[in-house]
């Protein structure tokens, strides 16, 4: 089983869709999480980071349900604009930090 | 916020040869700096974590001796790809851990071409 593991898509939607992406991960001792949006031949810039309670960023909802080790990105009125790959990113963090990318979900948003 | 610059962004360059990447953080010290290469349509490959002041620790499968790690300074790291071949060419990207924000901030990464 991998890593981290998230469905590659693509996930094609017209624009004003809400669209979800799960990411599962499978070492229980991650400890952050976080969500990165990858254009293409661009480097990956941040999204938003994971909380165990859940958080809000506008349009984007993120949510982490460590009992299952899932995490989850939720767009809401998608724009033309979100077309691009979603990393899903944990990382355990002790002595040595180890960070494991998912391969991405590509988003593409249809007008 | 955190910046990390890197340079060249593109470079082309003959078999046999040694290429250098910088990865710079210009307004955070980051003790730790990470390398990935990223093949076309593919994910973000870790190829190893850059440690200030002591030896890398590189991926399974990485060889140390063709991708050569240097951490000397809390903002600066560089990656010399040794006796480059086609096969090496790709996408490098290095990233760092800033604290503040709590995440990683990456550079604007390297295409490599090796002809």
């Known amino acids: 089983r991998k890593e981290v593991e998230q469905d590659p898509g693509p996930f094609n939607v017209p624009e004003g869709a809400t669209v979800a992406f799960n990411c599962t991960y499978s070492n229980s001792a991650s400890q952050s999480f976080f969500w990165y949006r990858q254009d293409c031949r661009k480097e990956p810039k941040l999204l938003m980071s994971v909380y165990s309670s859940g958080n809000e960023d506008g349009r984007f909802t993120a949510q982490l349900n460590r009992a299952s080790q899932y995490i989850s990105l939720l767009i809401r009125d998608s724009k033309l604009s979100d077309s691009a790959t979603y990393l899903c990113v944990v990382n355990m963090v002790g002595g040595y930090q180890k960070v494991t990318f998912g391969t991405g979900t590509k988003l593409q948003v249809i007008p | 916020g955190a910046v990390v610059s890197q340079h060249p962004s593109w470079v082309i360059c003959k078999s046999g040869t040694s290429v250098k990447i910088e990865c710079r953080s210009l307004d955070f010290q980051a003790t730790t700096m990470f390398w990935y290469r990223q093949f076309p349509k593919q994910s973000l490959m870790l190829m190893a974590t850059s440690n200030e002041g002591s030896k890398a620790t590189y991926e399974q499968g990485v060889e140390k001796d063709k991708f050569l790690i240097n951490h000397a300074s809390l903002t600066l790291s560089t990656l010399t790809v040794t006796s480059a071949h086609p096969e090496d060419s790709s996408f490098y990207i290095c990233?760092?851990?800033?604290?503040?924000?709590?995440?990683?901030?990456f550079g604007s990464g390297t295409r490599l071409t090796v002809v």
């Open positions: 990233s760092a851990w800033e604290r503040t924000n709590y995440g990683y901030t």
